[in-house]
């Protein structure tokens, strides 16, 4: 059996509908964009938005998963291994990051980003830090994803003057002494 590929089409038409999205919610806000919006801005149908999407939220997620795939679901690399590309992947879409993040424009996929950030970080340290107990791996993982989150608020508000691998090498020269004190020898 031959491996399907994406119809270039349905390809075509999903970018149309990120893209539309991501134009609204640059200058408005989550709950002020409905589907009527978005396939406007698009310049198709609700009947075409619904044979890709089942609802804004589906297409919100479609349209952060750039951000999303930064931070990986496991992996064996070190906890904080994503942070410099998170840094830089935001800094490259800062003008959408900003709203997103900062002003909550982006509705539900704020919430998932930073779930996403502490799904992977507990992963690897109930990995890499068995002899730690679980109440220790729980505080652990709110403290570093808390702190991930918001040196990444800080740098997007306040921090222009700095570039994403400045702001992601001052992060981890933060967070690492620590979590090598805790680490197994």
């Known amino acids: 059996m031959c491996p ?19 134009d609204l919610l640059r200058a408005r806000s ?4 409905t589907v009527a919006d978005v396939v406007a801005h698009a310049r198709c149908s609700r009947s075409t938005f619904y044979a890709h999407y089942d609802d804004r939220d589906a297409l919100l997620a479609d349209a952060f998963l750039g951000a999303m795939d930064i931070v990986p679901a496991a992996g064996a690399d070190y906890c904080l291994a994503f942070v410099p590309d998170l840094f830089e992947h935001l800094g490259q879409h800062r003008i959408l990051a900003e709203p997103y993040l900062v002003q909550g424009h982006g509705g539900p996929m704020v ?3 930073r779930d996403r950030i502490h799904t992977h970080l507990r992963e690897r340290l109930d990995a890499t830090m068995p002899n730690l107990t679980e109440d220790r791996r729980a505080e652990l993982t709110a403290a570093l994803g808390g702190a991930v989150w918001g040196a990444l608020l800080w740098w997007l508000e306040d921090g222009r003057d700095v570039t994403p691998a400045d ?15 805790l680490a197994p020898a």
């Open 4 to 22: 399907e590929t994406p119809d270039p089409r349905a390809v075509r038409t999903q970018n149309r509908l990120r893209g539309a999205l991501l």
């Open 30 to 33: 989550w709950d002020d964009i």
């Open 111 to 113: 919430q998932a980003l």
């Open 167 to 181: 702001a992601a090498a001052a992060l981890l020269a933060l967070l690492t002494p620590g979590l090598t004190r």
